[in-house]
């Protein structure tokens, strides 16, 4: 990835990471953390997502988030490359190196550019990965950012079986 195409991708996950100090007391929770672009590893396959985070939902319970930011320049081909990393180190059980104090892998946010976009990666995600749809991953858009991370509709949910987009709200994010 060339230098102003990874400076595009930092500057949205930044925007994520704004709304959600912004709309949560994410920065007053001492265990909450946010990681910008960390490397997991499969052997001598690395992958590196655009974020990970672990966020306290009530007093005793926290939940692990990784982000990925896709642009329609690296889509299909350099998306699909990435994707197959992903979903390697997660299938695998690989991601419990990295998140060991969970019993289940961290959600992934796709943040796509716009509506018809996160569809397209959905697709893609359902159709080549073992990530679920109904839980391992959910997707927003550029401009569902702005709504706030906890307001339905800032992320979308992709039924495999109606190839459709619904609006979700994220508790962990009040």
């Given at each position: 990835?060339?230098?102003?195409?990874?400076?595009?991708?930092?500057?949205?996950?930044?925007?994520?990471?704004?709304?959600?100090?912004?709309?949560?007391?994410?920065?007053?929770?001492q265990?909450?953390?946010?990681?910008?672009?960390?490397?997991?590893?499969?052997?001598?396959?690395?992958?590196?997502?655009?974020?990970?985070?672990?966020?306290?939902?009530?007093?005793?319970?926290?939940?692990?988030?990784?982000?990925?930011?896709?642009?329609?320049?690296?889509?299909?081909?350099?998306?699909?490359?990435h994707?197959?990393?992903?979903?390697?180190?997660?299938?695998?059980?690989?991601?419990?190196?990295?998140?060991?104090?969970?019993?289940?892998?961290?959600?992934?946010?796709?943040?796509?550019?716009?509506?018809?976009?996160?569809?397209?990666?959905?697709?893609?995600?359902?159709?080549?990965?073992?990530?679920?749809?109904?839980t391992?991953?959910?997707?927003?858009?550029?401009?569902?950012?702005?709504?706030?991370?906890?307001?339905?509709?800032?992320?979308?949910?992709?039924?495999?079986?109606?190839?459709?987009?619904?609006?979700?709200?994220?508790?962990?994010?009040?």
């Open positions: 990835m060339r230098g102003p195409e990874k400076i595009g991708k930092d500057l949205t996950t930044n925007l994520f990471y704004l709304q959600l100090v912004n709309g949560s007391n994410f920065v007053n929770v265990n909450n953390y946010f990681k910008l672009n960390p490397v997991l590893q499969l052997g001598k396959q690395r992958v590196v997502p655009s974020f990970e985070m672990k966020i306290m939902v009530g007093d005793s319970d926290f939940r692990y988030y990784m982000g990925d930011v896709v642009r329609r320049y690296e889509f299909p081909s350099d998306f699909r490359e994707l197959s990393k992903l979903d390697s180190v997660l299938a695998t059980n690989a991601w419990k190196k990295y998140f060991y104090d969970v019993e289940k892998a961290p959600v992934i946010f796709f943040i796509c550019e716009d509506d018809s976009h996160a569809l397209e990666v959905a697709k893609m995600v359902s159709g080549i990965s073992s990530i679920d749809a109904a391992g991953y959910r997707l927003t858009t550029d401009e569902r950012l702005k709504r706030g991370l906890g307001e339905k509709g800032a992320f979308l949910a992709y039924d495999p079986e109606t190839n459709v987009l619904t609006e979700k709200k994220i508790t962990s994010f009040k």
